[in-house]
């Protein structure tokens, strides 16, 4: 199955359901602009090393690393992060309300290193694992930014390339960002 071909046969379901089940949602978008999305890359545990392929994109950043995360533990992932907050690109970083608590070496390695952190409590949980790199690249998929998606879980990633996709992920993110604190 070609690329075009594997990204529309992945994300063209949810456009579908939606349509079948008489959604108006704004966000869903049209199957032609998914169809032009570029699988960058594809993984699974085991036996990837997602958490270095997430760390590779992080370094390619130039402008700008949106965060949104259920879970958040993995210390290279966090790192990464720094490192492009250092370089100049901003990060910011949106975790699930409960990350306040239990993430909290990466919470105060973030604080420490003035990287834009918020918590979203507005749900039950704010399940998402995605990243937008310079509003052309999306990391999303099952994978949590956790040393056990990496090392004890089947999981999954996707790395896409679009311009309109990263567009619908961050608008997506910022409604998030807006409502937390």
């Given at each position: 199955m070609g690329r075009g071909l594997l990204v529309l046969a992945l994300l063209h379901t949810p456009l579908v359901l939606a349509q079948a089940l008489g959604s108006s949602d704004s966000m869903v978008m049209d199957p032609q602009a998914l169809s032009r999305a570029e699988v960058v890359g594809l993984y699974f545990t085991p036996p990837s090393d997602i958490a270095s392929a997430v760390v590779q994109v992080i370094a390619s950043a130039k402008r700008e690393v949106l965060v949104q995360a259920y879970g958040f533990t993995h210390i290279g992932i966090a790192q990464a992060l720094v490192g492009a907050h250092q370089r100049g690109v901003e990060v910011k970083v949106l975790l699930?309300?409960?990350?306040?608590?239990t993430n909290r070496l990466?919470?105060?390695?973030?604080?420490?290193?003035?990287?834009?952190?918020?918590?979203?409590?507005?749900?039950?949980?704010?399940?998402?694992?995605?990243?937008?790199?310079?509003?052309?690249?999306?990391?999303?998929?099952?994978?949590?930014?956790?040393?056990?998606?990496?090392?004890?879980?089947?999981?999954?990633?996707?790395?896409?390339?679009?311009?309109?996709?990263?567009?619908?992920?961050?608008?997506?993110?910022?409604?998030?960002?807006?409502?937390?604190?």
């Open positions: 699930d309300q409960k990350s306040e608590s990466v919470v105060e390695l973030f604080q420490s290193n003035h990287i834009s952190l918020r918590f979203d409590g507005s749900h039950a949980i704010a399940h998402n694992k995605v990243m937008v790199i310079d509003g052309q690249v999306v990391i999303t998929g099952s994978f949590n930014f956790t040393q056990s998606a990496q090392s004890r879980n089947a999981e999954n990633l996707l790395v896409l390339r679009s311009e309109e996709l990263a567009n619908n992920y961050k608008q997506n993110w910022l409604t998030h960002w807006a409502h937390s604190r």
